[in-house]
């Protein structure tokens, strides 16, 4: 089995293990284009297979992601990309400083996803959009089974998010609405994940973000035994493995005439002025011409009001 933290132990196969996403990402990218020139933001980049197929097509990228050991595969993967490690609920960007927000895997794990799609819209520019990708309905993905028996093995809380509870396009429409934008693009994608044999396909699967928070609780060799129970459904008398699966992508609209951050900030604040911002001090990426899109956001309350620096 597998061992220590994903990415470590597979530092030599990386461009393979973390193909699993390449068929999705490449559908979502012929659906939703064009992409040349446009500035993208990855929020929950996971092992960058996304972004690195977005470059190819001519975007300007920039990933994130809350998970180092995902990030150091996607800096392996988008070495001229300029990243940021931090929690994707809160958005280290100062407002309105990218025409494309992408979220490929991490809106049905946000706690709050209408929140996490409000602040996507906060960064994207006016006229932009923010692009959703969620599982379909469980009975139509195979890899249901696996997800069910990570997350079993997750430790005990109370805001698990359930991966199939947007799996109803209208209810993923209506938390964009709720978070102020129009659904103007939606598409199904049917991917079905091709794995040689019962090694390479445990390699990828107990890869991912969830499956590394599942290892650091129950252990590499509980996880493991448990993801090979639920994907032996779809073994191949070759040997090679098979999971068909659907999943829906959404773009939001964001709208031209859309608020400043400054008004959101000034409607949360409490009866006291008192708001909680952000304040996190981003590196300058070698290379990379941050300037324009990646300066830190500061804010000051003086007198209920809020005031913004950048």
Known sequence: MPQGRPGEAHADDRPVVHERTARRAELVLDGFGPWDDATVLDVGCESGGFVSLASVCGARIA??????????????????GALVVCDVAELPYVDAGFATLTAMTGL???????????EAARVACPGGRVLAVVWGPAAECDAAEYLVAVQARLPPAPDVAEPFRWSDPAVLENLFAQAGMAVDNRRSVECSWFYSDE?????????????????E????EVV??????????FRCRSGKYVLCNKFHAVAGHVPAGDPSFRSRLA?????????????LELDRVP??????????????LAGGVPAFHS
């Open 217 to 220: 609780h129950s252990g590499a």
């Open 199 to 215: 090694t390479t396909v445990l390699d990828v699967l107990l890869s991912t973000r969830l499956a590394a928070s599942a290892i």
């Open 108 to 118: 049905p794990y946000a706690v709050d996803p209408v929140h996490a799609l409000a």
């Open 63 to 80: 990933y994130i992601d809350a998970a180092p050991e995902l990030v150091e595969i996607a800096v392996y993967r988008m070495p001229d």
């Open 224 to 233: 493991g035994e448990a993801v090979r129970k639920s994907i032996a459904p």
């Open 267 to 279: 409607a949360l604040a409490g009866p006291d002025g008192v708001a909680v911002v952000v304040r």
């Open 287 to 300: 290379g990379v011409d941050v300037t324009e899109h990646f300066r830190p956001r500061r804010a000051y």
